[in-house]
């Protein structure tokens, strides 16, 4: 994957102010698309420093990525992250596929944005965030009940992130 060329599309569609069509170029050029994928909506920004995407739908029924008009002002490693962990959210609602538990859904996206093992052509995001996501994907982990079948079931992927954590910086 050409960085520099997908910049320079990027900056093309912030020109015209296509920033749906950006998302979508970017989920063609990484391919994250999926077929309970609805589309791109946009919701409220959070702030100049700070962003927020969700998929929103019904369990077992199309879902539509929500971003902020601002999403391609941050660094593109971690917009493309951000976006992955709502596209594993689309498959994870899809019929026939459907993660029930919210803590499960959200650890197992978290992990993904750390090790990207459903989206192997994803880059990696700077330690900072990694430490970020390391912490949400703990969070998610410890909610999910002490000692509960969902966290025996997700042991060895805690540990992962637990070393992962204590190597960084």
């Known amino acids: 994957m050409n960085f520099e ?5 990027l ?6 102010d296509q920033i749906l069509d950006a998302a979508k170029y970017l989920i063609h050029s990484f391919n994250l698309e999926h077929e309970n994928f609805a589309g791109f909506g946009f919701r409220p920004e959070l702030s100049p420093t ?7 739908g019904e369990l077992g029924a199309p879902q539509t990525v929500m971003i902020p008009k601002n999403l391609f002002d941050f660094d593109l490693n971690l917009v493309l992250n951000m976006i992955a962990h709502e596209m594993l959210h689309v498959r994870q609602k899809a019929p026939g596929q459907v993660v029930e538990d919210k803590n499960e859904r959200e650890f197992q996206a978290y992990c993904e944005m750390l090790f990207h093992t459903a989206f192997p052509q994803i880059p990696d995001v700077s330690d900072f965030h ?8 703990l969070e998610y982990y410890k909610r999910m009940g002490e000692g509960s079948e969902m966290q025996l079931k997700y042991a060895e992927q805690k540990k992962e992130v637990e070393h992962l954590m204590n190597t960084l910086p």
């Open 5 to 9: 060329q997908i910049h320079l599309h």
């Open 11 to 16: 900056d093309a569609y912030k020109e015209h």
């Open 50 to 56: 700070s962003m927020l995407l969700t998929a929103e």
């Open 130 to 137: 990694k430490k970020f996501f390391g912490g949400k994907a």
